[in-house]
């Protein structure tokens, strides 16, 4: 399975992007939906997860409560709203999916299928 992300950008501190990432027909459908981020010389970090059915989701510390993800079943995408950013969420993000179907504590290791990332660098 093939994901692609797309939406990265330049932003001002406080503004908002928003990320989407697609995969070839129905494919994420079946899966958790994650992104991650890694910043330059740091290691990569969980950012948002979602189910399948997108009953729930799980969100890193860092930005519970400023980002949303979401699905759209019908599109087979899924989006990662982001308000209220900050200087230090510049990274670059990469989607991915897993076959673990619920949980917490979501690592790299739990997601089999990645995307290349994409740049989002929010200025001071």
């Known amino acids: 399975v093939q994901l692609q992300a797309s939406g990265g950008g330049l932003v001002q501190a406080g503004g908002s992007l928003r990320l989407s990432c697609i995969g070839p027909?129905?494919?994420?459908?079946?899966?958790?939906t994650g992104w991650f981020r890694q910043a330059p010389g740091q290691e990569r970090e969980f950012v948002a997860a979602?189910?399948?059915?997108?009953?729930?989701?799980y969100y890193g510390a860092s930005v519970e409560g400023r980002f949303t993800i979401s699905r759209d079943d019908a599109k087979n995408t899924v989006a990662l709203q982001m308000n209220d950013l900050k200087s230090e969420d510049t990274a670059i993000y990469y989607c991915?999916?897993?076959?673990?179907?619920?949980?917490?504590?979501?690592?790299?290791?739990?997601?089999?299928?990645w995307g290349r990332g994409t740049q989002v660098t929010v200025s001071s």
């Open positions: 991915a999916a897993s076959r673990r179907l619920r949980g917490s504590n979501w690592q790299s290791s739990d997601f089999i299928f």
């Open positions: 027909g129905n494919s994420l459908n079946i899966y958790t």
């Open positions: 979602i189910t399948w059915n997108g009953v729930r989701s």
